[in-house]
């Protein structure tokens, strides 16, 4: 792996690192054009078909959304896009603050483009 690509992909992580350890969220993952994860944490997390379904969201409204947020019962789904290809998706608790969230996806999300 050439030097300038790893320090991206090591300047990824960490920001994805950091949006992991917002309060509540459970999972983050970096989704691309081909709708599957480019990267998720933590690498347990079974992510494919959330990623899926929130694609497959996506492709129902007229414009591509800069962000969206979905709430079930169980948990809250928020993305923001990154660029036309690319967006950042969690999943957190409920009880989330869900403005903190934003704004830190909003944060990652400018930050990343500027590694690609």
Not at 39 to 56: C, I, L, R
Not at 99 to 113: E, K, T, V
Request: net charge negative; aromatic share 4%; with cysteine.
């Amino acid at each position: 792996m050439m030097p300038c690509l790893r320090l991206a992909t090591i300047m990824r992580t960490r920001l994805m690192d950091d949006l992991l350890n917002q309060d509540g969220v459970k999972w983050v993952a970096f989704i691309g054009p081909d709708a599957l994860p480019i990267d998720f944490s933590p690498p347990d997390q079974d992510v494919e078909a959330a990623v899926a379904m929130w694609v497959g969201l996506d492709v129902l409204v007229e414009d591509t959304p800069a962000r969206m947020m979905v709430r079930t019962g169980e948990a809250l789904m928020l993305s923001h896009r990154v660029d036309e290809d690319r967006l950042l998706l969690i999943q957190a608790e409920l009880n989330a603050n869900i403005g903190s969230l934003r704004n830190a996806l909003q944060n990652a999300a400018g930050r990343i483009i500027d590694l690609a």
